[in-house]
């Protein structure tokens, strides 16, 4: 069972606590993290791109000119994806990328990103996300003395004041625990949970 230091907002250590060997101290599957975030990816993409076939572009119905004697090739609409504002043959008509992926499949690829952070020495774990004024500086600094630049940082109960605080750092993201993926954690190089959040972590994927 893995023990770390839970520290508090000025990077002092306050504690330690026990964590779940099922959820932290899982083997490590780089296959299951590819195919999540391949499957986040696929999701998030809108597949709206849509183009005019001949029949829903404005203008045709009558024949431009006459069959014979013009010299031109022959034609039977202005609209034919040969002239310009012309329909598009073979273009984009919208469709879906979502694919679907089992829920153990999800979960064993979070408790093995979790467990990769934890192995890698780049997660912590504090005891309370909070700040005396909603301000990014403050937050900046906060995760200064942590040692945790570029983070992701997982709140059990997500505020509003905290959400603004955190909202115009670039190099971090805060998430409610509620919304913890794989993709976010692999974005980032470290990884920062209050123990709400670990306690709501080890519930659900024990």
């Known amino acids: ?74 034609a039977g609409s202005n609209r034919s994806p040969l002239w310009r504002h012309g329909g598009v043959n073979f273009g984009p008509n919208g469709r879906k990328y979502a694919r679907k992926l089992p829920r153990k499949v999800r979960e064993q690829a979070l408790r093995s990103a979790l467990s990769m952070k934890l192995s890698e020495n780049v997660m912590k774990v504090i005891d309370r996300v909070a700040l005396e004024q909603p301000k990014t500086k403050l937050y900046a600094g906060a995760l200064g003395k942590l040692g945790m630049e570029n983070t992701l940082v ?13 909202r115009n750092h670039c190099s971090s993201k805060m998430l409610d625990v509620r919304g913890l993926n794989v993709y976010d954690i692999l974005k980032y190089r470290g990884l920062v949970m209050d123990e709400e959040a670990v306690q709501y972590i080890e519930e659900r994927l024990k």
Do not use: C
């Open 1 to 74: 069972m893995p023990t770390v230091d839970v520290y508090n907002m000025a990077g002092d250590k306050v504690k330690q606590i026990d964590l779940s060997d099922a959820v932290f101290a899982a083997e490590v599957k780089p296959y299951l993290l590819h195919d999540v975030v391949v499957w986040q990816m696929a999701n998030r993409r809108a597949g709206t791109a849509k183009t005019k076939t001949r029949s829903e572009v404005s203008g045709g119905g009558t024949k431009p000119f006459k069959q014979k004697g013009t010299g031109r090739a022959r």
């Open 154 to 166: 997982v709140m059990g109960s997500m505020t509003n004041d905290m959400s603004m605080a955190s």
